[in-house]
Nanobody
Framework: QVQLVESGGGLVQAGESLRLSCAAS????????MGWFRQAPGKEREFVAA????????NYADSVKGRFTISRDDAKNTVYLQMNSLKPDDTAVYYC????????????????WGQGTQVTVSS
């Protein structure tokens, strides 16, 4: 049974940082591209960042470029999202996901989803 478990969310003030983690189990982690997505109340789920299975390629939404960094540690079966200079507009539930290729993940074409972790940024 595949599980993706996010952690690291919380309440922070604008300008502060958070690091999200997503621990994977039940799949060959090193063979999957991984991604982060978010969904704010009343809005559709949107792509945030993705990393290829090899870790050599990354892709970011324009809204987070230069502030967020995605990385992976295959030894720990974990993908991270370092979020700096957080803004109130970043408030959302953040989900990690696994897919076959980075292009598929960017297109929200994923095989597995986590349950999400809440990030709230106050002004």
């Amino acid at each position: 049974q595949v599980q993706l478990v996010e952690s690291g969310g919380g309440l922070v003030q604008a300008g502060e940082s958070l690091r999200l983690s997503c621990a994977a189990s039940g799949l060959t982690f090193s063979r999957y591209a991984m991604g982060w997505f978010r969904q704010a109340p009343g809005k559709e789920r949107e792509f945030v960042a993705a990393i290829s299975w090899s870790g050599s390629r990354t892709n970011y939404a324009d809204s987070v470029k230069g502030r967020f960094t995605i990385s992976r540690d295959d030894a720990k079966n974990t993908v991270y999202l370092q979020m700096n200079s957080l803004k109130p507009d970043d408030t959302a539930v953040y989900y990690c996901a696994a897919g076959p290729l980075i292009a598929a993940v960017v297109a929200l074409n994923v095989d597995y989803w986590g349950q999400g972790t809440q990030v709230t940024v106050s002004s």
